[in-house]
């Protein structure tokens, strides 16, 4: 099974992970032209909705939350500005239409939901978003917590990263794909890829210690890498900027990693 899966280059979707594909995640991108509108629907997951770029409007209902109406949402054009950015949480049943108020991108992430938590629909503004510097050198990378675990969900994590041109990104290789909590969590992960300017290309590798995993792939614009399990660094050539958006669920929502331990010599550096 190839873990890249290719872009659409025309259409309302941009890229799309196929239905059971991953046990626990799910994703698609879409780009939407002004006044178009895209109907949402949770059924027994849970999403967020992440707006990579352009202004929207959010308006729906959640079972035994009421009605919910976002209204000019947006302040980026480009996930590469550096600003983080407006997003939403759906809880499962959530019913809704993303609005488009300009030309926009939008992503919808999607992990299991439960019913029995009282988790309702909300907002998250880009002013609530932990963001912070992660590595040194030519490894240093630029990360946005949109939905991270120390915020309220069932099942999904979310985050944004920008690395600079030249330089590699979830990095030394890590992986968390063995249920050994304190030391480790089972999660699944995609990666869904922006390249600036846009003709440019990332690698990515996805690999297992054991390599019954080892793809090394040539990464577009908005193409998506499959992540089930495994070490899953990227390399950015010099000349263009790399942005991932990851969305990662599992079990347990923790988030602990474990370090390739052929490469863990280079956290000493």
């Not at 995640?25 to 780009?31: C, L, S, T």
């Not at 302040?75 to 049943?93: C, I, M, N, T």
């Not at 908005?222 to 942005?243: A, N, R, T």
């Amino acid at each position: 099974m190839s873990l890249l899966v290719k872009s659409k280059a025309r259409g309302r979707t941009m890229v799309e992970l196929a239905e059971g594909e991953l046990q626990y995640v799910g994703f698609a991108a879409y780009r939407l032209s002004l006044g178009e509108t895209l109907p949402v629907a949770a059924g027994d997951k849970e999403l967020c909705l992440v707006l990579l770029s352009g202004r929207i409007g959010i308006h729906g209902e959640a079972p035994g939350q009421g009605a919910f109406n976002w209204d000019n949402l947006g302040d980026r054009q480009s996930v590469f500005e550096d600003k983080s950015p407006f997003a939403a949480y759906l809880p499962p049943g959530s019913q809704a239409q993303v609005v488009a108020l300009s030309d926009a991108q939008v992503a919808v992430c999607a992990a299991p939901g439960s019913t029995t938590t009282d988790l309702g629909p909300r907002l998250i503004r880009p002013e609530t978003m932990k963001r912070s510097v992660r590595g040194k050198g030519a490894n240093t990378r630029y990360v946005c917590d949109i939905l991270p675990d120390s915020e309220p969900a069932h099942s999904l994590l979310v985050v944004e990263v920008r690395t600079p041109s030249g330089h590699s990104s979830s990095y030394p290789p890590h992986k968390h794909d063995t249920d050994d909590l304190p030391h480790q969590s089972f999660l699944e992960e995609t990666y869904y890829h922006q390249i600036n300017p846009p003709q440019g290309f990332v690698f990515q590798r996805v690999y297992t210690d054991d390599r019954s995993i080892d793809q090394a792939m040539a990464v577009e614009n908005s193409d998506l890498v499959v992540v089930p399990k495994g070490y899953h660094p990227v390399s950015v050539p010099y000349g263009y900027e790399s942005y991932y958006l990851n969305v990662m669920a599992g079990p347990k929502r923790v988030w602990q990693f474990h370090n390739d331990p052929q490469h863990s010599w280079l956290l000493d550096l």
